[in-house]
C-alpha cells in the first residue's frame, strides 16, 4: 500500500501504517486515480480468487463460494475482494460476508490470545529447560574433570608400577644368571667336596697309623729292655 500510495501522493517518511490504511479506505469512498489504482493492483493480486468466483451467476451461488473460503479458513484476502467486487453481490450478502469477516476476526483474535498464553508458557518451560540444560552441563563438565583427574592418577601409578615391574624383571634376570652360574659350577662343588671327604678320609688314617706306629715302638722298646 506504501508503494501504491506513493505513485499518487507525496507521503512523509515517518507514515505509520494506520495512517496508510485510513487515508486510503478514505480515498477509496470515490472514484479517484488512487482508487481506480488500488483496485487494478487487487485485481492483479487475486485474480485466482476472480476467475474462480467469476463462475456465480447469481448472489446464491457466490454465496455458497464465500461460505467454502470462510469455513476452510484459506485464502480470505482474496476471497473477500472476489466477492465484494462481483456483479451478483448484493447488500444482503455483502452485510452477511461482513458479518462473517466480523466474527472470524473475534476467533482470530481469541486465538491469538491464546497463542500468547501458549507462548508464554512455552517460554517458561523453555528457560526451565535451559536452566536444566546449563546444570547438565555445569555437572557434567565437574564429572569430566573429576575422571580426568581420576585418569590422570591412574595413569602416574600404572607408568610407577612398570617402573617397579621394570626393577623386579632386572633383579629376576640377576637372580636367574646367578642360578645358572650356581648350576654351572656344580660339578666343581661336587668334585671339591668329595676330594675334601677323601683328604679327611685320608688324614684319619694317616693318624691311626701314626698312633699304631708308636704303640708298636713302644712295645718292641718294652720288649728289648733288660731284665
Not at 109 to 132: H, I, M, W
Not at 150 to 161: P, R
Not at 205 to 224: H, I, K, P
Request: with cysteine; proline share 2%; hydrophobic share 40%.
Amino acid at each position: 500500500m506504501r508503494t501504491v500510495l506513493n505513485y499518487v501522493m507525496r507521503l512523509a517518511a515517518a507514515s505509520t501504517d494506520f495512517e496508510l490504511h485510513t487515508t486510503a479506505v478514505g480515498t477509496c469512498e470515490t472514484r479517484t486515480r488512487l482508487s481506480e489504482l488500488l483496485h487494478k493492483t487487487l485485481e492483479k493480486r487475486f485474480h485466482r480468487h476472480v476467475r474462480r468466483f467469476a463462475a456465480a451467476r447469481n448472489a446464491a451461488a457466490l454465496q455458497d463460494l464465500w461460505r467454502e473460503c470462510s469455513a476452510s479458513g484459506s485464502d480470505l484476502p482474496g476471497a473477500l475482494w472476489a466477492s465484494w467486487t462481483h456483479p451478483s453481490c448484493d447488500a444482503t450478502l455483502a452485510e452477511h460476508i461482513y458479518a462473517d469477516i466480523h466474527r472470524i476476526q473475534h476467533q482470530v483474535g481469541c486465538g491469538t490470545r491464546a497463542d500468547l498464553v501458549t507462548l508464554k508458557a512455552l517460554q517458561a518451560e523453555n528457560a526451565r529447560l535451559r536452566g536444566q540444560v546449563i546444570e547438565l552441563r555445569a555437572e557434567s563438565e565437574t564429572q569430566r574433570s573429576e575422571r580426568l583427574r581420576e585418569t590422570q592418577g591412574l595413569a602416574q601409578q600404572l607408568a610407577q608400577l612398570r617402573a617397579d615391574l621394570a626393577g623386579k624383571e632386572g633383579q629376576v634376570a640377576n637372580v636367574t644368571g646367578q642360578l645358572d652360574s650356581l648350576r654351572q659350577s656344580l660339578p666343581d662343588l661336587k668334585a671339591r667336596a668329595s676330594l675334601a671327604r677323601r683328604a679327611s678320609d685320608a688324614e684319619a688314617l694317616a693318624t691311626a697309623l701314626r698312633a699304631r706306629a708308636a704303640d708298636l715302638e713302644n712295645e718292641v722298646e718294652r720288649s728289648g729292655a733288660p731284665g
